[in-house]
């Protein structure tokens, strides 16, 4: 892998190179949605930065091991996508605090505000919502999400809600692997 003084990558800077790298200097951000998500900024063709985002692992702490565990559904996750709730989950992310609005899904289960199911897709929301907040803010930059399936949907509609969809592109992961080989 690679890694900065704070961060590392190991195994996404392969993937990396069979990505649509535009070396004429613009800035482009590569997002890699997973258990730790990663962010890698990428300007004249070279790698600048990198962040990572525990966003799947954190997903997973809270819907499986503390008390919002009561008011999810985990089977939800092969069901359908509800994408009005979900949206909700990104918006709120943009003006709330994580460690308080993540609280929400205990009382909208508790007050009957959203079911179980809801509060599954309402906290993946939040969650990815969180993890793009920054490139909303820099928004100027062309976004790629390299992912495929239900997560490169799920990133493509967060940035939709966070207004960044005029930036935003997509490639199927496994597709840059295979090129990144060749």
């Not at 709120?92 to 199911?117: E, G, I, P």
């Not at 920054?134 to 949907?153: F, K």
């Not at 997509?170 to 692997?177: G, H, P, R």
Request: aromatic letters at 8%; hydrophobic letters at 35%.
């Amino acid at each position: 892998g690679i890694r900065t003084a704070t961060d590392i990558i190991r195994g996404e800077e392969v993937q990396l190179l069979g990505c649509a790298i535009d070396s004429t200097g613009q800035q482009q951000v590569f997002v890699f949605p997973g258990t730790h998500s990663k962010h890698i900024i990428v300007e004249g063709g070279q790698i600048k930065d990198f962040k990572t985002y525990m966003t799947g692992e954190f997903f997973n702490v809270l819907s499986v091991n503390s008390i919002l565990s009561k008011s999810i559904s985990i089977q939800n996750a092969t069901g359908e996508f509800n994408k009005p709730v979900f949206e909700k989950g990104v918006s709120d992310s943009l003006h709330a605090n994580l460690l308080h609005q993540s609280f929400m899904v205990r009382t909208n289960d508790l007050f009957q505000q959203l079911t179980k199911n809801e509060n599954y897709w309402y906290l993946s929301g939040l969650l990815i919502g969180t993890e793009l907040k920054d490139l909303y803010q820099t928004s100027s930059a062309t976004i790629t999400i390299v992912s495929e399936g239900r997560l490169a949907r799920l990133y493509e509609a967060a940035c939709s809600v966070l207004n960044t969809e005029k930036n935003v592109q997509s490639e199927d992961v496994n597709d840059a692997l295979i090129k990144a080989h060749t």
